[in-house]
């Protein structure tokens, strides 16, 4: 059972920036397409980041040019570093596995943007 563990959320003030990890209990980065996926209140998840084997990466629309994701697999680790956040980042930040697995859904870790 592989389990995901998302760390660095908070409170910051719009414009800032907060640094996302996820932390494997096994080597899964290195062997699929891996994701930061968000959901606000009130809204659908959504994927906003990817990062494939090769360390491709693809973004959504609205935060290309202020996320970037990168992977360090010695390290089972996927990080998401947020850069000029906006008070529509607000959101409930997990990683996963794209497309997702039900059950590496982890608890997830809060990132709040105030205006």
């Known amino acids: 059972q592989v389990q995901l563990v998302e760390s660095g959320g908070g409170l910051v003030q719009t414009g800032g920036s907060l640094r996302l990890s996820c932390t494997a209990s096994?080597?899964?980065?290195?062997?699929?397409?891996m994701g930061w996926y968000r959901q606000a209140p009130g809204k659908e998840r959504e994927l906003v980041a990817r990062i494939g084997i090769g360390g491709s990466t693809i973004y959504e629309d609205s935060v290309k040019g202020r996320f970037t994701i990168s992977r360090d697999n010695a390290k089972n680790t996927v990080y998401l570093q947020m850069n000029s956040l906006k008070p529509e980042d607000t959101a409930v930040y997990h990683c996963?596995?794209?497309?997702?697995?039900?059950?590496?859904w982890g608890q997830g870790t809060q990132v709040t943007v105030s205006s």
């Open positions: 996963n596995k794209v497309p997702p697995l039900r059950s590496y």
């Open positions: 096994r080597n899964i980065f290195s062997l699929n397409t």
